[in-house]
T-cell receptor, first 114, second 114 residues
Framework: GENVEQHPSTLSVQEGDSAVIKCTYSDSASNYFPWYKQELGKRPQLIID?????GEKKDQRIAVTLNKTAKHFSLHITETQPEDSAVYFC?????????????FGGGTRVLVKP | NAGVMQNPRHLVRRRGQEARLRCSPM?????VYWYRQLPEEGLKFMVYLQKENIIDESGMPKERFSAEFPKEGPSILRIQQVVRGDSAAYFC????????????FGSGTRLTVV
């Protein structure tokens, strides 16, 4: 089955700086990679996703990049703000197969210091 | 659209009792997934169901845990004879089906076993 590794487990950045979270996956059949943000005590919420036919996707201050050859993908948050403090999870799945079951990374706790 | 509805939000059970967690998927979503999140940890897949069918239960503990998604009504995750180690947040998610869809998560049920 799929295995997703996520690094770092914690990340502390100064407000305004950038944050980068990296994930690797094992199953070459995986072709859909969503990212979730989970604030304390709340549900995980989808913030951005990328398909394997795309190398990069941006949405305002967040961007994701995907390297299929190396089987890794990354989340980039620019101009971080205190409200970006949360736990971020990457995930992978082979869409249109296996019921779209997502395998999650272990999470990165991001703390943005004002 | 009410989103994915989970209840109860908080559930306290004594060791040895049964816990029943309910999940109603978003309107139009036919696929339900249950994940467990231990304190300070990631999201671990438990089971994937469609109406009246368990598609993948590879993440379910072999004993005491069961899940169903009947033709009518919500999906139920049932934990018999709970132990302290079952204390966790249990999240349900739904999706329209196979394809490039991220999940929509419910608010979770936080189970505490005393």
């Amino acid at each position: 089955g799929e295995n997703v590794e996520q690094h770092p487990s914690t990340l502390s950045v100064q407000e305004g700086d950038s944050a980068v979270i990296k994930c690797t996956y094992s199953d070459s059949a995986s072709n859909y990679f969503p990212w979730y943000k989970q604030e304390l005590g709340k549900r995980p919420q989808l913030i951005i996703d990328i398909r394997s036919n795309v190398g990069e996707k941006k949405d305002q201050r967040i961007a994701v990049t995907l390297n299929k050859t190396a089987k890794h993908f990354s989340l980039h948050i620019t101009e971080t703000q205190p409200e970006d403090s949360a736990v971020y999870f990457c995930a992978a799945t082979a869409a249109q197969a296996a019921g779209n079951k997502l395998t999650f990374g272990g999470g990165t706790r991001v703390l943005v210091k004002p | 659209n009410a989103g994915v509805m989970q209840n109860p939000r908080h559930l306290v059970r004594r060791r040895g009792q049964e816990a029943r967690l309910r999940c109603s998927p978003m309107k139009g979503h036919s696929h339900v997934y249950w994940y467990r999140q231990l304190p300070e940890e990631g999201l671990k897949f438990m089971v994937y169901l469609q109406k009246e069918n368990i598609i993948d239960e590879s993440g379910m503990p072999k004993e005491r845990f069961s899940a169903e998604f009947p033709k009518e009504g919500p999906s139920i995750l049932r934990i018999q004879q709970v132990v302290r180690g079952d204390s966790a947040a249990y999240f349900c998610a739904s999706s329209p089906g196979t394809g490039y869809y991220g999940y929509t998560f419910g608010s979770g049920t936080r189970l505490t076993v005393v």
